[in-house]
T-cell receptor, first 111, second 117 residues
Framework: DQQVKQNSPSLSVQEGRISILNCDYT??????FLWYKKYPAEGPTFLIS?????DKNEDGRFTVFLNKSAKHLSLHIVPSQPGDSAVYFC??????????FGAGTRLTVKP | EAGVAQSPRYKIIEKRQSVAFWCNPI?????LYWYQQILGQGPKLLIQ????????DSQLPKDRFSAERLKGVDSTLKIQPAKLEDSAVYLC???????????????FGPGTRLTVL
């Protein structure tokens, strides 16, 4: 059951430009959303999160936007840097805090 | 603070053999998770422990998979017998609180890549 979907398997952007990664979910019981970043041969690392009572959360170059009515969230990275090249996973938690992950989007930032 | 440790990092076995993975969570973390990540997919929760008790094992294939966390610290995940479709990365994660808190961040280990031939 794909309750969390990342429809873009890959994204390529130029250094200094904005990267926008998208995520859709189907379960209206999800109330907490997270983004994880994964480098090769490493485990995912937590990046940023947002509660369903908010529509935006910002942390430095990273901003997550949540549109509850559309069941859509996005991660904006501005400006993008080559070190941001990684796989980004969207994840969502519901009432039991069981975390569901999307399939990931591979971001490549070109110098 | 040391991160989540896992071993081995890689394992190749033949189908019908058994295999075990070990995880040592971050010191003081009450909750430990095992995930399975098949190539091209996101991690899928297999089992969640709070201290040495099982909180959720609804997605664990119990006919072949087992896990334990006897002293509430490190944990082992076993597959017996392995099938071809078990080829995946097995990730261990830990979190400080009881997992019931939405803001309780999970910290992941580097994973064990299992190949079943």
């Amino acid at each position: 059951d794909q309750q969390v979907k990342q429809n873009s398997p890959s994204l390529s952007v130029q250094e200094g430009r904005i990267s926008i990664l998208n995520c859709d979910y189907t379960n209206s019981m999800f109330d907490y959303f997270l983004w994880y970043k994964k480098y090769p041969a490493e485990g995912p690392t937590f990046l940023i999160s947002i509660s369903s009572i908010k529509d935006k959360n910002e942390d430095g170059r990273f901003t997550v936007f949540l549109n509850k009515s559309a069941k859509h969230l996005s991660l904006h990275i501005v400006p993008s840097q080559p070190g941001d090249s990684a796989v980004y996973f969207c994840a969502a938690k519901g009432g039991n805090n069981d975390m569901r992950f999307g399939a990931g989007t591979r971001l490549t930032v070109k110098p | 603070e040391a991160g989540v440790a896992q071993s081995p990092r890689y394992k190749i076995i033949e189908k019908r053999q058994s295999v075990a993975f070990w995880c040592n969570p971050i010191s003081g973390h009450a909750t430990l998770y095992w995930y399975q990540q098949i190539l091209g997919q996101g991690p899928k929760l297999l089992i969640q422990f709070q201290n040495n008790g099982v909180v959720d094992d609804s997605q664990l294939p119990k006919d072949r998979f087992s896990a334990e966390r006897l002293k509430g610290v490190d944990s082992t995940l076993k597959i017996q017998p392995a099938k071809l479709e078990d080829s995946a990365v097995y990730l261990c994660a830990s979190s400080r609180a009881g997992g019931w808190l939405a803001t309780d961040t999970q910290y992941f280990g580097p994973g064990t890549r299992l190949t079943v031939l």
